[in-house]
Structure formats: C-alpha cells, structure tokens
C-alpha cells in the first residue's frame, strides 16, 4: 500500500486535521482517519512514514477491546462497509486506518500515566525531585522504575506543547469528583496494559489517554497505547540510567538531532533508511504486543 500522508474525501466535511490524524463528520459519528504523517519537535515532516496509519489504528483497537471491562470507549467500527454511503468511495484511503466512532464531548486533560522516570518527567524530577508536584523518592535514575505508577496530567498551551500539571490544577479544571475519576481510570488502564505488555517482552513506561463524554457516560477515546501516545521500551534491553531504547518515534529524533536542525520550519525530508527502520519499529511493536503480523 502507498503511504498516505494526508487524505482526501471530496465531498465529506473533515471536522479536522490534526498531525497525524484527519477527521470527518459522519452523521452522529465521526470517521478518524490515521494518515502516515509523523511529527517530531511539535512539526509534521514532510515524508510519510509507510504503515504508521494503521498501526495507529489497529493499535488503538486492539487496546481498546482489551480494556473495555474497565471502562467504555467510542469505537463503533473499523469495517468500511458499516461507514455511511458516502465514505465507501474511498475505500483506498480507509480501509485499516480508519475508525467509525460515536462523537464524545472532550475533556481538555491529557491524562498521563507514568510507571518510569523518563522524559519531561525526568527533567522534572531533575530540578526539584517531583513529577507534577508529586514527592519521589532521592536519586531516582533515568529509565527507574516508579514505586508504583502515578498520574502526571498535562494540558495543551497555546503553542500546542503539552505542559505539565498538578492534580490540584485538575480538580479546578474539572472539579473534584471528575479529576478523581480521572486518576483513578487513567492508573487502572495504564497498570493492567503494562502488565499485558510485560507478558510480550514490552516495557509502557508512560502513556497518556484522552476522556469524554457521550451523553452522561464518560468513555476513553482518541487513540489509545500506541507509539505515538507511549513509551515502549524491549524489556530484554533494559537498563535504568540513561535513555532507552524504543519502539517509537525516538529514532527519528535522534537523527534530527544528528543533522543539527534547528526545530523551525520547514521540517527537513527523511532520508530512506530512516523511514524504513521507523516504519519497522512501529510494525514491530504490533507485532509484539498483539502476537499478528499486521
């Protein structure tokens, strides 16, 4: 299959364009489309990165069937035949990386899972031994495992970074009854994923989801535990005090920091060998985690 780095319904209203993700309106529902576009250092690059979108999709999917004991979802149907009329004129562009879902009211909380020291939560705890105004333990390494996981929730700046929050800052977003529910969903689904991964050799360091409502019921949505939205470190490689390595997109920040690129516009092109080892580590990590070849 080509790679597809954005898509193109004539005729269908997209309700939005997001990095990676290009959504249209579908009656009550919503068709989110996967494309293969990567972002790193918060820009779209300009080459596609081949399979991305469906492992993305069927990622998000798989997860999602695993955790819906915990806590209802959105996802309707990822079968293009079930779409609305009109959508089955593009097969081309949606067939294994599309979702059919219900349309949710979004709650404007990343929620952040963290069983690892690492990223922005080790430059964090770096500076001041807390990650989101939450007490760790002294001298914690980079890539250490977490006493047990904790919620880390962020919320997006106007630049469209992420920035870290307190839980404190939640209950005035939220109120204190949702901020809980919040935390307390967000550890169990993170806590029962990482122990499925553990059983595939796959380390979720941290993870984040995003909530919403439909009607009164509050559900997971968007996409769920994929390498976009985690951390996945091979557990036979790992070794806490340094970085480690991973299933997702670190590989390509890696070499764009090696070409020294000053992360401003216009993102540069990736060369082959690179879209394709990425584009192997994101079938790789499918592969792992669900046990099929995607």
């Known amino acids: 299959m080509e790679p597809i780095l954005e898509t193109n319904l004539p005729g269908i209203q997209r309700c939005a364009r997001g990095k990676v993700r290009d959504v249209y309106s579908a009656g009550d529902c919503l068709v989110i489309v996967a494309s293969d576009r990567l972002s790193a250092f918060d820009y779209v690059l300009p080459t596609p990165i081949p399979d991305k979108g469906r492992v993305l999709t069927q990622l998000t999917i798989f997860w ?3 955790l819906r004991d915990i ?3 959105h996802f309707l149907s990822a079968n293009v035949d079930d779409y609305p009329r009109e959508f089955q004129a593009h097969r081309d562009q949606l067939e294994g990386r599309s979702m059919l879902v219900r349309r949710a009211k979004m709650i404007e909380v990343e929620c952040v899972a ?3 020291v690492s990223g922005s939560g080790w430059k964090d ?3 001041c031994g807390r990650i989101c105004g939450i007490p760790l333990p002294a001298g914690l390494r980079e890539s250490d495992k977490l006493p047990e996981p904790i919620f880390t929730p962020a919320t997006k700046a106007q630049s469209g970074h992420d920035e870290n929050i307190s839980f404190e800052e939640v209950v005035k977003q939220t109120g204190e009854s949702l901020a809980g529910q919040l935390r307390t969903l967000t550890i169990e689904i993170y806590s029962r994923a990482a122990s499925y991964a553990e059983t595939r050799g796959i380390i ?3 993870t984040k989801f995003e909530f919403g409502y439909i009607g009164e019921q509050l559900v997971l949505a968007d996409e769920v535990l994929t390498p976009d939205s985690s951390r996945f470190w091979p557990r036979v490689s790992y070794e ?3 970085p480690q390595a991973s299933f997702d997109k670190q590989y390509v920040r890696n070499y764009l920091e090696s070409i020294h690129w000053n992360k401003q516009p216009p993102a540069p092109a990736l060369p082959p060998d690179v879209t394709q080892r990425t584009s192997d580590k994101y079938r790789e990590a499918y592969r792992v ?3 099929k070849a995607l």
Do not use: E, H
């Open 114 to 116: 963290r069983g690892y």
């Open 71 to 73: 806590v209802p979802n």
């Open 125 to 127: 705890y770096q500076k």
């Open 204 to 206: 979720i360091a941290d």
């Open 240 to 242: 806490p005090g340094g």
């Open 64 to 66: 999602l069937d695993l």
């Open 289 to 291: 985690l669900t046990g």
